[in-house]
């Protein structure tokens, strides 16, 4: 499998492979540093099929250091100290990482950790002689989990050659689609770039001075970009395709998008740490349905809850029982909506919020509350109440500062044009924190 990637890479040698701030590599010089770290790995005693932490911050360097890691055969977990903060010890334990290398700057250390790494998901790759990756869920929706992956079998969707592009790398290499971004760009001889920050301005200078074409990104961040405006203080004419993923798309934010991108096409993704990133359509740039699988991928719909079975499935938790069926399907726990052969992502169906036996999703509600005036982002979830067992509420930032008794009265206002009674809010909070992660999901727990 890696044996094609580097052909490609050796094919595209004189090209530009990976921008991070005003630096440029080529292929050619990925080539050579991948060399490099695999004589850095020989020298210091890392063994075929260790556990090997790395840092996860894009530059040609870890991206050396990840294809290095992979012609030797490790199991590779990307982490990111700053993404996962009072974490980041807890996930060096759950994954039982046996050496850890971390760069700063023009240097890098190389250190065992006393570990030894005996999983008998690891025991499985190495019998199999074949590269691994470990990821950790978003932890959006309760405890984070450990995935672990053959990087062949995750990787094997990519040998067919698509179209060239040069990418913006928004989503970690600590993140399923950070990962599906990186590779698909490599495998196609593309230029991936990555921004200073992920803040609207660094994207939006990202874009404009290497002339990105597709960005790839979450809904969240899209709609800080648009009420931020930092769109109309930049050229970004070169952009063509914005996919979106990670979490649903608010109706309202969609809308926007439209509007201020006339000539950008849109297109949702999907996507799970547990089976890869799947390929889609959505039905046109203002639709939210979308047609999902592909070769590799099977799917259905048991009472509107969507189930996928795929090659590139991880092998299972590191940390948690396996959650396939069978017959291999894994319970994507969202909630959809069927028409013909197209789906509409309603949310997770332990988010729905039951209210004297009527279902609210959130993201219903927070799509109409993204539209009130003087609203920054929210995040919508489900209260016990005594008589109708659950109440919706929300948490809300505001852009500017406004009362809450007078938010509330323009609120309900607002929201009784829109929704039925029982989707209406009625307990509101606000708030100055983000309401969403590290990877630009909204939290819901």
């Known amino acids: 499998m890696t044996t094609s990637l580097f ?34 790995l020989a020298a210091g005693g890392v063994p075929s099929g260790a556990v090997v932490g790395t840092d996860s911050q894009y530059n040609g360097d870890t991206v050396s250091l990840l294809l290095a890691l992979m012609q030797h ?6 982490l990111s100290k700053e993404a996962t903060k009072s ?79 040069r990418t913006l790398l928004f989503l970690g290499l600590d993140h399923i689609g950070g990962m599906n971004t990186l590779f698909f760009t490599l495998f196609n001889g593309g230029m991936a770039v990555a921004p200073v920050d992920r803040s609207p301005n660094a994207v939006c200078q990202a874009i404009q001075l290497y002339r990105v074409e597709l960005l790839p990104t979450s809904p ?79 799917t259905k719909v048991v009472e509107n809850r969507l189930w996928i079975k795929a090659e590139s499935a991880m092998l299972g938790y590191l940390n948690a029982p396996s959650p396939f069926d069978d017959q291999g399907y894994f319970d994507t726990g969202d909630m959809v909506e069927v028409e013909g052969e197209w789906l509409r992502i309603l949310g997770r169906a332990s988010d ?17 509350l993204l539209g009130l005036e003087n ?4 995040v919508a979830y489900g209260e016990p109440n005594p008589l109708t067992g659950q109440t919706v509420a929300a948490t809300i930032k505001l852009q500017h500062e406004e009362p809450i008794a007078q938010f509330k009265i323009r609120m309900r206002r607002f929201c009784m044009d829109q929704m039925v009674q ?13 309401l969403y992660n590290e990877r630009f999901k909204r939290m819901r727990r």
């Open 7 to 40: 052909d490609v890479m050796r094919a595209h040698q004189r090209e530009d492979a990976i921008a991070s701030g005003k630096s440029v590599m080529t292929y050619d010089k990925i080539l050579a540093t991948v060399e490099a770290w695999k004589e850095r």
């Open 73 to 78: 055969g490790a199991i590779i977990v990307p």
């Open 87 to 165: 974490r980041f010890q807890e996930f060096h334990e759950i994954a039982q990482i046996e050496w850890y290398i971390g760069l700063a700057h023009d240097a890098f250390t190389m250190e065992p950790t006393g570990r030894r790494a005996q999983h008998p998901l690891y025991e499985a790759l190495r019998e199999r002689d074949t590269p691994g990756v470990v990821l950790f869920s978003s932890g959006s929706t309760g405890k984070s989990k450990a995935s672990v992956h053959d990087l062949n079998l995750l990787l094997k969707k990519f040998r067919q050659p698509r179209r060239r592009w």
């Open 220 to 298: 969240t961040f899209l709609n800080f970009l648009i009420l931020s405006g930092a769109y109309k203080s930049y050229d970004l004419s070169s952009l063509e395709l914005i996919t979106y993923g990670t979490e649903p798309m608010p109706k309202s934010t969609l809308n926007q998008l439209v509007q201020v991108f006339p000539r950008v096409r849109f297109q949702q993704t999907y996507g799970l740490t547990e089976l890869g990133i799947l390929r889609s359509k959505s039905r046109d740039s203002r639709s939210l349905l979308v047609r999902i699988g592909g070769e590799g991928y099977q």
């Open 352 to 368: 729905v919020i039951n209210v004297g036996g009527s279902k609210v999703f959130p993201a219903e509600v927070e799509s109409v």
């Open 375 to 378: 609203v920054e982002d929210v």
């Open 422 to 434: 029982y989707q209406v809010p009625t307990r509101i909070r606000l708030t100055n924190e983000p």
